[in-house]
C-alpha cells in the first residue's frame, strides 16, 4: 500500500514560470517531509525539507507547504529554470524513526522549456 | 554531507547468477542502507546494513536473497543473488550522517537482468 503519492507523473513547465509539484500521503503520523530531486544517472539529492509543526519552509527559489488536514504537500520552484529538470521524489517519516526509514513517491518529472 | 562511492554504476548480468554491488563512504557513518527502485516504483528500503551484526531487514525481502555485509563505518556491499528479471532495478546505498535527519545517496547501480 502506497503511503506517499505522487499523482502526476510528468509536468513541463516555461521557463521563468512557476513549476507546483504535489504530494499526498495516507499516514496521519507522519511528521517529517522532504523533497528529492535526481538527475539522471545519478542518485536522488536533498532539496528541502518541513516538519509537521510549519506549514511552510523556504530556501530560495524553492518552498514547501504542507497542509496537515489534507494530508497534502506541495513543492513550489519559482522561476523554474533548465537546470531544475529533474525527477522530484516526496518522502515522509513517522516520528523518532526519521531518515532510518523514509517513505517515498513515485516521483514526477520535471520538464523545464528554455 | 558525506561523499557515497558506488559500483559499479550499471551491469547487465544473466538470469541464476549473483551480483554485489558495494558502497564506499568518505566519513564514518552509523547508518547505512540500501534501496530499490523499480521501473516506474518508488524508492523501496531493502535493509539497514548493521557494523559487526547482521542487517535488519525490510518485509518482503530476506538474507538469501539480499545478503549484506558492513565490516566497518564506512563500507557496505549488497548481493543481489539468484537472480532474475524482475530484480531489474537501480539499487541505492545511502546513509543518515549522525548530526542530521537528512538521507543522502550514492549514484545507484542500474541492474538489468536478462
Redesign the interface.
Known amino acids: 500500500d502506497q503511503q506517499v503519492k505522487q499523482n502526476s507523473p510528468s509536468l513541463s513547465v516555461q521557463e521563468g514560470r512557476i513549476s507546483i509539484l504535489n504530494c499526498d500521503y495516507t499516514n496521519s503520523m507522519f511528521d517529517y517531509f522532504l523533497w528529492y530531486k535526481k538527475y539522471p544517472a545519478e542518485g536522488p539529492t536533498f532539496l528541502i525539507s518541513i516538519s509537521s509543526i510549519k506549514d511552510k519552509n523556504e530556501d530560495g527559489r524553492f518552498t514547501v507547504f504542507l497542509n496537515k488536514s489534507a494530508k497534502h504537500l506541495s513543492l513550489h520552484i519559482v522561476p523554474s529554470q533548465p537546470g531544475d529538470s529533474a525527477v522530484y521524489f516526496c518522502a515522509a517519516s513517522e516520528p523518532w524513526t526519521g531518515a532510518n526509514n523514509l517513505f517515498f513517491g513515485t516521483g514526477t518529472r520535471l520538464t523545464v522549456i528554455p | 554531507s558525506a561523499v557515497?562511492s558506488?559500483k559499479p554504476?550499471r551491469d547487465i548480468c544473466q538470469r541464476g547468477t549473483s551480483l554485489t554491488i558495494q558502497c564506499q563512504v568518505d566519513s564514518q557513518v552509523t547508518?547505512m542502507?540500501w534501496y530499490r527502485q523499480q521501473p516506474?516504483?518508488?524508492?523501496?528500503?531493502i535493509a539497514?546494513a548493521n557494523q559487526g551484526s547482521e542487517a535488519t531487514y525490510?518485509s518482503g525481502f530476506v538474507i538469501d536473497k539480499f545478503p549484506i555485509s558492513r565490516p566497518n563505518l564506512t563500507f557496505s556491499t549488497l548481493t543481489v543473488s539468484n537472480m532474475s528479471p524482475e530484480d531489474s532495478s537501480i539499487y541505492?546505498c545511502?546513509v543518515?550522517e549522525d548530526t542530521n535527519?537528512?538521507?543522502?545517496?550514492?549514484?545507484?547501480t542500474?541492474l538489468s537482468v536478462l
Open positions: 557515497i558506488q554504476s547508518m542502507f516506474g516504483q518508488s524508492l523501496t528500503l539497514t525490510e541505492l545511502s543518515v535527519e537528512k538521507l543522502f545517496f550514492g549514484s545507484g542500474q
